[in-house]
Nanobody, 109 residues
């Protein structure tokens, strides 16, 4: 059974960067969808990271968030830069319909 272990969240200031990790065990696919859910809001798709050249980013994170992967470590990453308070949410990775446990990202001065 596929298991996803997320890490990398934290409390940062506006303009800072974070790299979220999603380590995959029990599966070989690294085609990941990253979602986030802010308090009182619906979960929304942030990025789709499919193979090396197929990506989607929602408009609000374009040019700030970047997909990455390490095949040897079977880990996918979401590199986030120029973080804004509105990026505050719990971030989840999804691979093959399996979900990670989520990692909290808080952007606040």
């Amino acid at each position: 059974q596929v298991q996803l272990a997320e890490s990398g969240g934290g409390l940062v200031q506006p303009g800072d960067s974070l790299r979220l990790s999603c380590a995959v065990s029990g599966g070989s696919s690294l085609n990941a969808h990253w979602y986030r859910q802010a308090p009182g809001k619906q979960r929304e798709l942030v990025a789709a990271c499919i193979d090396d050249d197929i990506t989607y980013y929602r408009d609000s994170v374009k040019d700030r968030f970047t997909c990455a992967r390490d095949n040897a470590k079977t880990t996918v990453y979401l590199q986030m830069s120029s973080l804004k308070p509105e990026d505050t949410a719990v971030y989840y990775c999804n691979i093959d319909h399996y979900w990670g446990q989520g990692t909290q990202v808080t952007v606040s001065s």
